[in-house]
């Protein structure tokens, strides 16, 4: 009787083991689970206290946002360096359109959509950029991303505009339950993405084209299409964070969006999406923007010193990075 309890348990262990390497997330889980532990001995426990788990799921909500929108280009083989201009010049309407201390402007809850579209707007531009002029992702989106910039600093005249607008802040610094908004957000979020990229041609398209960019041209695929609609839906992601970063902090001022890609590079690099192209979807950049959350805030409690945190996520970067890149295409930059 015994044995045959064993062995239903080994077969249900067994069972549970392949379903939860299908997933696509079980190192990444199993790296979280180890990050927290370490973290919670180093800092007796407190780690894992609720208000520091909270404090983890608020700060994770507007990188995994960013890096749910980039990981799309990231899939297609591409990249995307024009998050922090495209996040810039949305500040900059934010700070326009919002009630602020300076002008009378008061959109209220329009700004969301307005945002979206500056953003898709800004992606937009990159992936013509990319497809017209048949220029490589790293430098279109690095020139675009720049550009914007430069748009936004001379609209925004590097003044920084104190915002009074109340409603998206608490949107962006409510919770519901005890689990902040942003996070809920960035959950909704990941949930359609990875719904699209998992259940539609489009999805498919871009596994396709990420994989050969070639054949999927062969196959008849809309390379150029495809790739014009995955940038656009980037930068509006990019704009939804950039809103919800402004309102978070109370200002908006062009430079608030600056050093936003890194981070959002290190999370897909971590919650292994290959820089190269066709592997990965949402689940992993939310995972790793969690992760990489999680790491900062466990050494931000051990009291590390913050050149030595640069170093640490530099480290985790190069490290993620050579565990997914396929070497195979190294020689072709899209």
């Known amino acids: ?42 800092t007796g426990g407190k780690y894992l206290s609720w208000a520091n788990i909270q404090v ?30 495209a996040a810039g010049l949305c500040i900059v309407f934010v700070g326009l359109l919002l009630r ?40 279109s989106t690095l ?6 910039y430069g748009l936004a600093v001379y609209i ?10 109340t409603r998206i802040q608490s949107i962006v610094n409510g919770n519901i339950a005890g689990i902040p908004n942003i996070a809920l957000i960035a959950v909704v979020l990941l949930i359609i993405v990875q719904f699209i990229q998992d259940h539609t041609r489009f999805g498919r398209y871009i ?13 008849g695929i809309n390379v150029d299409k495809i790739k014009i609609i995955v ?18 902090l109370g200002s908006a001022h062009p430079r608030t969006g600056l050093n936003l890609t890194f981070p959002a590079i290190t999370a897909i690099a971590v919650g292994g999406v290959a820089l190269t192209g066709g592997i990965g979807g949402a689940k992993n950049a939310a995972l790793g923007a969690l992760i990489v959350t999680a790491l900062n805030d466990g050494l931000i409690l051990m009291q590390v010193n913050p050149y030595i945190q640069q170093a640490v996520n530099g480290v985790v970067l190069v490290a993620a990075v050579a565990v997914t890149i396929d070497r195979k295409k190294l020689g072709f930059i899209k």
Request: without cysteine.
């Open 143 to 148: 020139g675009v991303g720049w550009t914007l």
């Open 156 to 165: 925004n005249k590097a003044t920084t505009i104190p915002l009074l607008d």
């Open 207 to 219: 596994y396709a084209i990420g994989g050969d960019e070639l054949l999927a041209k062969q196959a």
């Open 1 to 42: 009787m015994a044995t045959n309890v064993e062995s239903k348990d080994t077969r249900a262990f067994a069972t549970f083991w392949q379903w939860f390497r299908r997933t696509g997330i079980a190192g990444q889980i199993l790296a979280l689970i180890i990050v927290m532990g370490i973290f919670t001995i180093g």
């Open 231 to 248: 940038f656009t839906i980037a930068g509006s992601f990019y704009g939804l964070a950039a809103l919800f970063l402004a309102t978070r």
């Open 56 to 85: 983890i799921l608020s700060l994770a909500g507007i990188p995994a946002i960013l890096a749910i929108g980039l990981h799309q280009a990231i899939i297609l083989g591409a990249i995307d360096l024009s998050s922090e201009g």
């Open 100 to 139: 602020n201390k300076y002008n009378t402007n008061d959109i209220g809850l329009w700004i969301i959509p307005i945002t979206l579209i500056v953003g898709g707007l800004s992606g937009m531009l990159s992936g013509l950029v990319i497809t017209k002029l048949k220029i490589p992702s790293f430098i």
